[in-house]
Nanobody
Framework: QVQLVESGGGLVQIGGSLRLSCAVSGRTFSSYAMAWFRQAPGKEREFVAALGRSGGSTGYADSVKGRFTISGDNAKNTVYLQMNSLKPEDTAVYYC??????????????????WGQGTQVTVSS
């Protein structure tokens, strides 16, 4: 069983940066594909970024490419999402997700079986 706990959300100004953390317990995250999704009010939960098993590959939504970076720290069993040049449209609850998977990490919500509780990110002027 995998438990995921997100942290690092908050209120930030347009153009600012935040780093989200996802602490993984129960299993070593390097055995899993890890991902970040987000859900804005009234919208579907959407894919943001993914990290393949053992950090072998990454994937990003077009809307965040060049601004967000997903990474993992094996020693801390934690996955991060560095978010730069934030825009108002990045405002959402951000969720960490995990799933045992080989190869390129999935980018579809239904492919992930483990989820955290979410952390709010608000980008404001």
């Amino acid at each position: 069983q995998v438990q995921l706990v997100e942290s690092g959300g908050g209120l930030v100004q347009i153009g600012g940066s935040l780093r989200l953390s996802c602490a993984v317990s129960g299993r070593t995250f390097s055995s899993y594909a890890m991902a970040w999704f987000r859900q804005a009010p009234g919208k579907e939960r959407e894919f943001v970024a993914a990290l393949g098993r053992s950090g072998g590959s990454t994937g990003y939504a077009d809307s965040v490419k060049g601004r967000f970076t997903i990474s993992g720290d094996n020693a801390k069993n934690t996955v991060y999402l560095q978010m730069n040049s934030l825009k108002p449209e990045d405002t959402a609850v951000y969720y960490c997700a995990a799933q045992r998977h080989f190869g390129a990490p999935p980018v579809t919500r239904s492919d992930y079986g483990y989820w955290g509780q979410g952390t709010q990110v608000t980008v404001s002027s």
